[in-house]
């Protein structure tokens, strides 16, 4: 594969044209710094009359104290939210072509419950266009992973596929966009095609031909149905679903099923057998392929190999050190530990396979449709760039709500509480749309789940460990809970 130019990615990559913190400061009455904020904000409290500008200090552009009593701290007591941030990569340091970076991925964080989601602000760092492109191949590989672990592809599940629209979309495009070049005789067949499918749905004699060609260029392919799921939403709500502990009894409703009692067949037993072998063996010849790859890249990269080195001599991994040794500990533990931890939460609720797959949630089927919509369908209107519009978002599959409700009342039922039980509400229970502030310790305490910290903890570990980031912000470094800023 041939490796991009580095100019290339800065070109291609999007980057923040404006600066990403302007550290402006808000003071309270009693002249205490209350938060840092963008100009916006700033501008904001002045419109309204709430704040007044005062003298900035050493470092700060602009200051302004407020006319009110604050009712909270907002980050006074947190150094995020008081710390002076710079302007550059946290990896490399440079101070151009800046984008922002989720270090935990924002398609897993907006599925998060609230008491998360609130206080993983640290986790959005700067990052160089370049640093950004190069740390994503590595991001990718543990995207796969969790793709491969959970069944469900990044692409998400759930959609309504058109096949036959394709050529209608087709025969559309060249009429509208390469037309001098088509010949008379082709040009006719190409439209015959397009009038046929509105005449089926008895719409061709209201509409002209260039309506015809311009309805028939914006035909989806792909519709979202009803039980459409993301990626993000099934992985989240999997983990949070989970109540048990490891190796617990199976909870299939199948009076005849292989894990019942953790008794399988002898059949189910060599299959087993044969595919710990396969993997054992596959992981051999990986092993030895990789072995030779790494000899090459040595001795065609050698300057390579000793700044390396030098990186590696004062990498900032700080207590998400992964260990020497074998570790439970989320903070310690390696990236394959905490995968094979994950892979047994899920995927194994009774002895070393789950075959009846009790614990999974309900995943969506993919649909085709060969007609797309009866006669006389509502035309939706043309967009100026001729981009097919995404079909607005309907309501998230009710029967994983309703799984993941029970599964949480069932638990709540019991006189105690196990460790490992799931938070006590999905992401868009009634208590998860609050906002954190809003809850209540007891609250609060049930949206914790130490499955979920782990995979948080995993993702920050792998940006370290990949990146090695020598202008991390101290609060960065400092802050390790996922709970607390």
């Known amino acids: 594969m ?25 003071y309270t009455i009693d002249g205490l710094l209350l938060f840092r ?17 005062i003298e900035p200090k050493a470092g700060e552009d602009i ?60 986790d959005i760092l700067p990052l160089c266009t370049l640093c950004h492109a190069k740390y994503e191949i590595h991001a990718q590989k543990l995207k796969d992973a969790i793709v491969k672990m959970f069944n469900m592809p990044l692409e998400s599940r759930g959609y309504i596929e058109y096949p036959d629209n394709r050529s209608i979309i087709k025969a559309a495009n060249a009429l509208k966009w390469h037309s001098e070049k088509i010949p008379e005789e082709r040009k006719n067949i190409l439209f015959e095609r397009i009038h046929k499918f509105f005449e089926a749905r008895k719409m061709s004699d209201k509409m002209s031909r260039k309506e015809m060609i311009e309805q028939a260029m914006i035909l989806p392919t792909l519709e979202r149905s009803e039980n459409f799921l993301e990626h ?67 001795k065609n990269n050698e300057k390579d190999k000793v700044d390396d080195e030098d990186d590696d001599e004062s990498p900032i991994l700080l207590h998400f050190s992964p260990s020497k040794t074998e570790t439970d500990d989320p903070n310690g533990s390696t990236i394959e530990k905490d995968l094979e931890i994950l892979n047994d939460y899920v995927n194994r609720c009774c002895g070393e396979l789950c075959h009846c797959q009790c614990q999974r949630l309900p995943m969506p089927d993919q649909i085709t449709k060969e007609i797309y ?30 799984l993941v409700s029970k599964d949480i009342n069932r638990n709540s039922d019991q006189n105690e509480i196990d460790d490992y039980s799931p938070t006590s509400v999905s992401s868009h229970s009634e208590e998860s749309k609050k906002s954190d502030k809003e809850l209540t310790p007891l609250e609060k305490e049930k949206q914790k789940n130490p499955m979920l910290e782990r995979f948080i903890k995993m993702w920050r570990k792998h940006f370290l460990i990949y990146t090695k980031p020598k202008f991390l912000s101290i609060s960065w470094q400092v802050s390790n809970s996922v709970y607390s800023d």
Not at 37 to 53: F, G, P, Q
Not at 85 to 93: P, T
Not at 373 to 390: A, T
């Open 2 to 26: 041939k490796r991009k130019n580095p100019e290339e990615i800065l070109n291609k990559i999007s980057a923040k044209k404006k600066p990403i913190y302007e550290n402006c400061s808000v």
């Open 37 to 53: 904020c963008n100009r916006k904000k700033i501008n904001w409290y002045l419109s309204k009359d709430l704040a007044e500008t």
């Open 63 to 122: 200051s302004i104290r407020l006319k009110f009593v604050a009712k909270g701290k907002s980050h006074s007591d947190t150094l995020w939210g008081t710390e002076d941030r710079a302007n550059q990569c946290c990896v490399c340091g440079a101070l151009d072509h800046l984008n922002l970076h989720h270090v935990f991925p924002y398609v897993y964080r907006k599925w998060c419950p609230e008491l998360i989601k609130s206080h993983t602000h640290h």
């Open 232 to 298: 993000g939403e099934y992985v989240v709500k999997q983990i949070l679903s989970i109540t048990r502990k490891d190796n617990s009894e199976c909870q299939c409703v199948h009076e005849i099923c292989p894990c019942k009692n953790g008794k399988t067949s002898e059949i189910e037993n060599q299959i087993i057998e044969k595919n710990h072998e396969e993997e054992k063996e596959g992981g051999k010849i990986n092993k030895k392929k990789v072995k030779v790859k790494k000899k090459d890249t040595e």
């Open 373 to 402: 919509k009866p006669e006389g369908f509502e035309l939706k209107s043309i967009p100026i760039d001729h981009k097919v519009p995404s079909s607005p978002k309907k309501k998230a599959s009710e029967e994983l709500e309703e």
